[in-house]
Antibody
Framework: EVQLLESGGDLVQPGGSLRLSCAAS????????MNWVRQAQGEGLEWVSV????????KYGDSVKGRFTISRDNSRDTLYLQMNSLRAEDTAVYYC??????????????WGQGTLVTVSS | DIQLTQSPSFLSASVGDRVTITCRAS??????LAWCQQKPGKAPKLLIY???TVQSGVPSRFSGSGFGTEFTLTISSLQPEDFATYYC?????????FGGGTKVEIK
């Protein structure tokens, strides 16, 4: 059974940093592109970032480019999101989501349960 | 960036109703469109991918159609467990984008 378990969400001050993790199991992690998607309270879904299975290719949404870094450790089956220079508008539940292989021309077939990031003084 | 416009944004319907949600893309995306369902406090769940392929385990009352810029999600007979918010998502090009969502509530 595929499982994606996010952690690391917390209350952080504006300008601060936070690292989220997503522990994966039940599939061949290194063969699977992974994403972060976020959702502010009462709002819709916003794609944040994607990383290829081997970690060589990453892409970001415009709102986080230059501030967030996606990475992965295939030896630990874990996905990360390093978030720097956090702003109030980054406050959201952050989900990790996998694709069956690559993501472009494909789909997100499994999602984690999410972790809450709150940016506030 | 490709914009996805869902309509309606809110829908009130009764159990047994046929429900159709539309998603329009700002440019052609072939059939690289997915639909997901989200219930309050829960993660999204994939329903449809490649515009019309029903994900394994999803009830057959859900169907999708469309190509290019116009897509639809249809629920043939609304069930109590279908009251939720539905999102379309394009996977044609980066940045990947979602529609604004359609909330389906009980009439």
């Amino acid at each position: 059974e595929v499982q994606l378990l996010e952690s690391g969400g917390d209350l952080v001050q504006p300008g601060g940093s936070l690292r989220l993790s997503c522990a994966a199991s039940g599939f061949t992690f290194s063969s699977t592109a992974m994403n972060w998607v976020r959702q502010a309270q009462g709002e819709g879904l916003e794609w944040v970032s994607v990383i290829s299975g081997n970690g060589d290719t990453t892409k970001y949404g415009d709102s986080v480019k230059g501030r967030f870094t996606i990475s992965r450790d295939n030896s630990r089956d874990t996905l990360y999101l390093q978030m720097n220079s956090l702003r109030a508008e980054d406050t959201a539940v952050y989900y990790c989501a996998k694709c069956p292989g690559s993501c472009q021309y494909n789909y997100f077939d499994n999602w984690g349960q999410g972790t809450l990031v709150t940016v506030s003084s | 960036d490709i914009q996805l416009t869902q309509s309606p944004s809110f829908l009130s319907a009764s159990v047994g109703d046929r429900v159709t949600i539309t998603c329009r893309a700002s440019q052609g995306i072939s059939s690289y469109l997915a639909w997901c369902q989200q219930k309050p406090g829960k993660a999204p769940k994939l329903l449809i991918y490649a515009a019309s392929t029903v994900q394994s385990g999803v009830p057959s009352r859900f169907s999708g159609s469309g190509f290019g810029t116009e897509f639809t999600l249809t629920i043939s007979s609304l069930q109590p467990e279908d009251f939720a918010t539905y999102y379309c998502q394009q996977l044609d090009s980066y940045p990947l984008t979602f529609g604004g969502g359609t909330k389906v509530e009980i009439k």
